[in-house]
């Protein structure tokens, strides 16, 4: 079932390019699909203005293939988005980088302290709230649960500050809702149209939408998780795995940068971010430039302190891994990976979702699949740009 290519409608955004690379590719996306026990995944794989490969794999129900058509949660995929929209307003001449929070989000904690750009490049140290025993105990009692910014953001700044703003990195989801307010602020715009306006229709990515529910767009890739095994008493053992395709992501980033999307999109909005597409040349080098590589540390009680390098550095909300620019989401059983190469204008798009042995005994996925897949593929189409590991 895994290893059976199944394609959609027949239009220009479901099209498979026949050809050597596609051969490559379809042979590294199967051998990683067995590896790492994949529900269903769905890959689109560009050079330039060129297709390779535009193919999916698997099911999204029982007896249901995936297709290439199909819509999922982008989850972190967002994130350059949302910043992008910010180092925009910093090229219009409204706000720079070093602006206080305060100017318009005065009641946040410690918004005299942070600036836009340490939200951006997550060097605020805002605590995450997902380390909260509060948030977790409330999610796994109500997945379908709607979070407002305004919770979110007050489990969070209950706690002090990681580390005093500027001086080192956490991956903090805190961030970018604070940052989705602040634009908000910023512009009188909802979060939504200026991604709409900004980053969406430039792009001609008509398949990508918050719609600010949990709804997905048609049709939907279903997604599975283990994830509230623990939290249920199930013990070890024991069949069990829910379907999450409807759990609430509210919780997941800036209101208005909640987005579901298609393979096809997803692979447009990496490849722009990547080239720079949206920005003037000094944004975009800024943008991905490695200024956090070894400058970050570890902190006692944060689990995302780290010394970034070579294999992860963040950027103003992009990843640096190797040679690649990437985003890697995973949540309520989707896995992605969004990455460009620039060196050969290589886009690599994937979504996947998790087969029952892809969790481990504690119902936790076994990492984000989709890594594996993507791996595999930068390794068959790219050789000298592989993908290092995050240390």
Do not use: K
């Amino acid at each position: 079932m895994l290893l059976s290519g199944c394609g959609g409608v027949a239009d220009d955004r479901t099209t498979v390019i026949a050809g050597e690379d596609a051969g490559l590719l379809r042979v590294a996306v199967e051998n990683a699909i067995e590896q790492i026990g994949a529900e269903a995944a769905i890959v689109r794989v560009t050079r330039g203005d060129d297709v390779l490969l535009t193919q999916a794999w698997g099911e999204s129900m029982a007896g249901v293939p995936a297709t290439v058509d199909m819509h999922f949660r982008n989850g972190a995929v967002a994130i350059p988005q949302v910043a992008t929209v910010l180092l925009q307003l910093v090229d219009e001449g409204v706000v720079s980088l070093d602006d206080r929070l305060s100017t318009w989000l005065p009641n946040v904690a410690y918004a005299d302290e942070v600036g836009l750009g340490q939200l951006a490049q997550m060097t605020s140290g805002y605590a995450d709230y997902l380390w909260s025993d509060q948030f977790r105990a409330a999610f796994s009692a109500d997945p379908f649960r709607q979070w407002t910014p305004e919770e979110l953001v007050a489990m969070a700044t209950v706690r002090p500050l990681v580390y005093p703003p500027g001086t080192n990195w956490n991956y903090s989801h805190t961030n970018y809702v604070i940052l989705g307010l602040a634009l908000e602020e910023i512009t009188g715009r909802p979060l939504d149209e200026l991604i709409s306006e900004r980053i969406l229709d430039p792009l001609g990515m008509t398949q990508t939408a918050d719609p600010g529910t949990p709804a997905l767009l048609q049709p939907a890739l279903h997604a599975y998780s283990q994830e509230r095994r623990v939290d249920l008493g199930i013990a070890q053992g024991v069949s069990f795995t829910e379907e999450s395709t409807s759990w609430n992501p509210s919780w997941t980033l800036a209101r208005g940068a909640i987005q579901n999307t298609d393979i096809t999109d997803m692979a447009t909005v990496i490849r722009a971010v990547g080239r720079g597409d949206l920005l003037t040349a000094q944004s975009h080098e800024l943008q991905v430039a490695p200024t956090l590589r070894v400058r970050t540390t570890p902190v006692e009680g944060c689990p995302t302190c780290f010394v970034q390098g070579e294999g992860y550095t963040f950027g103003y909300g992009i990843v640096l891994t190797g040679d690649w620019l990437m985003q890697n989401p995973l949540f309520h059983g989707y896995a992605g990976v969004a990455a460009y190469l620039p060196d050969e204008d290589l886009a690599i798009a994937i979504a996947a979702t998790y087969g029952p042995d892809a969790f481990d005994e504690d119902g936790e996925p076994r990492g984000n699949i989709a890594m594996t897949i993507f791996r595999d593929v930068a390794a068959a189409l790219a050789p000298d740009h592989q993908v290092p590991s995050r240390s």
